[in-house]
């Protein structure tokens, strides 16, 4: 894979994943929390949101790979948009709501440019940047909806159980083992339901 494909990857992810840290803050904004836009959080300047680590240095060593040939796995995070559940009409049902405004927000931008490649044909230089944009969302999407803390699955599960879940104090008490292992083991997991999602989109859009 060339250096200037990984830039591209890195732009795209970092463009993504404001997206969608924006896109928490904009949905706790219409919920009735305004600490992200009094924050400044509400903008798509990237100044705002890198994470140095997560948004720069994670995705530049997981494409360590690709200097021994292997396809890397591009994923990272922004700085989270904060917010305050007390100023929510439903605090528990709306950090649910806020957390799946995020992968929402890849679901849209991963169909968005789905049709794009459906416009311009497959093949074409555009239309392999604008896949490498697909993959990339749904890949977002899909990890982030696994259900470990601080992930926003687990945020999504916390809002659907009772108060005081078992479940969710085990998830808690135990969530840097779980998402290590998860990463290590059961990533490919992650792979698979994106090339899912990624088929049916194409098909859904006629491209495939």
Do not use: C
Request: aromatic residues 10%.
């Amino acid at each position: 894979m060339e250096p200037i494909i990984i830039l591209f990857e890195l732009a795209v992810l970092i463009f993504s994943v404001i997206v969608h840290e924006i896109s928490h803050g904009a949905v706790a904004y219409w919920l009735g929390d305004e600490t992200a836009y009094r924050m400044g959080r509400l903008t798509l300047n990237p100044v705002r949101h890198i994470d140095p680590f997560g948004s720069v240095i994670l995705p530049l060593l997981l494409s360590i790979p690709v200097l021994f040939g292997a396809q890397p796995i591009i994923i990272g995070w922004a700085k989270p948009v904060p917010y305050n559940p007390y100023n929510l009409k439903n605090p528990k049902t709306g950090a649910g709501i806020i957390a799946l405004a995020g992968p929402v927000s890849n679901i849209i931008i991963a169909f968005v440019f789905a049709l794009l490649v459906s416009f311009t044909g497959q093949g074409l230089a555009i239309s392999v940047a604008f896949t490498y944009v697909i993959l990339i969302n749904l890949m977002l999407a899909v990890f982030n909806m696994v259900p470990i803390p601080p992930l926003d699955g687990s945020k999504i599960l916390t809002a659907l159980l009772p108060d005081r879940s078992p479940i969710i104090d085990f998830l808690e008490r135990n969530s840097m083992v779980l998402i290590l292992a998860f990463i290590f083991l059961g990533f490919s997991l992650v792979g698979e339901v994106v090339e899912a999602l990624y088929g049916a989109l194409m098909a859904f859009t006629g491209v495939a």
